[in-house]
């Protein structure tokens, strides 16, 4: 009965290890998904919306031209959520310098998701036949970003900017196998008058690719065998471009508030049909998002997205209408800012919702001494 229970642990380690692998490696349509997240509780509060009004370090990733609006001379950036109630972790650093002097802004960040302590079981019954429980080992499967963003103002007048970044992603499943890809995003703001902000995106833009490669031993490749799992080979994987336009209008109320709302629209080739408009081999997907500001301290914030025509299934012949809503605070306490969402991070309306945080840290330059003249 225990050699039973063993074999079927066996199998169902075999089967996890299988399903990370050909999702992660032989999908050609939704690859680097954990790129498509996004990064920031400010953004996330606002559903993502903040491709033409974002001008903090998180602009790295959601529109690199947006980096010109930094500050500060030195900014630090990070964010931590969990995914599925805490099976998957997301964290995000950065940091940004200004340089005033030429108008234009550089920035270098880190994304990490991954999930870690897994068990293996795959070695659990050993050549005698034996259970050995000390055979047992754990490990992660994770997903790593690296981007290097620039971005430079145009014009004198400051309307008009341009940035870009290249990216590093490596992605690795235990010793069973790893990835590693490359990739480059471009983006443009144009701030047509001081109410309105028009930015684009385009993700991806040279098509970033993952090359993947597996290390399996002999004893794993038998246990896939066995369970009836294919083994993987080595693949090549594409991500293909993405366009967000999107459309930003500020204004203040009064002395002290302040209302934001943008509305973004995904372009893509994925054609899923549950988009809110899509064909064969195109879809647009969007998304609007609103920030109540007080006193340029404290932050409200609402966001709407994911809208997917589902089909209901009491009649396969009919689709409804879902809509994913999301929250935010956020708070400027003088060179520190904190911002907190609540989201369903998993970016379907049947995931578990995700508290995310994220804090920033501004520094300004030191201003030369002129008090004493050093010979």
Sequence with gaps: ?????????MKYTALALFMCISTLASSQKFV??????????????????????????????WNPAGLIGLE?????????????????????????????????????????????NIPNTLN???????????????????????????????????KLSLGGNIKVIHRSIGSFGSAWG??????????????????????????TFNAWSFNLSEDDKSTFNETGNEIPVSSNEVTLPRLVLGL??????????????????TMSTYGREAALVSSNNFEIDPTLGIEVGYMNKAFLRFGMGNIQRRVNIENFDERNIEIQ???????????????YALTNLGDASDVLVSHIFSVGIAFNARKASTDANIN
Excluded at 140 to 151: E, H, V
């Design 182 to 207: 490359f990739g480059a995003d471009l983006g443009a703001k144009y701030k047509v008058n001081k109410n309105f902000t028009v930015g684009l995106t385009a993700k991806d833009i040279t098509t």
């Design 248 to 265: 930003a209008y500020h204004t203040n109320i009064g002395s002290n508030f302040s209302i934001l709302a943008e509305t973004d629209l």
């Design 72 to 116: 500060n001379s030195l900014e630090i950036n990070a964010m931590h959520a969990n995914w599925f109630g805490g099976i998957a972790g997301y964290d995000y650093i950065s940091l940004g310098k200004k340089f005033k002097d030429k108008n234009a802004a550089a920035a270098v960040t880190l994304i990490r998701m991954g999930i870690d």
């Design 325 to 339: 809503p999301n929250v935010g605070l956020g708070l400027k306490l003088g060179r520190l800012t904190v911002d």
């Design 32 to 61: 680097n998904e954990f790129l498509n997240i996004g990064v920031g509780a400010r953004a996330h509060g606002m559903f993502g919306s903040v491709v033409a009004n974002g001008e903090d370090l998180t602009s790295a990733y």
């Design 124 to 158: 659990l019954i050993g050549p005698d036949g034996n259970v050995d429980y000390d055979r047992i080992e754990t490990f992660s499967t994770a997903d790593y970003a690296f981007l290097i963003s620039y971005a430079k103002g145009i014009d004198k007048a400051g």
């Design 1 to 9: 009965m225990q050699m039973n229970k063993m074999a079927t642990q």
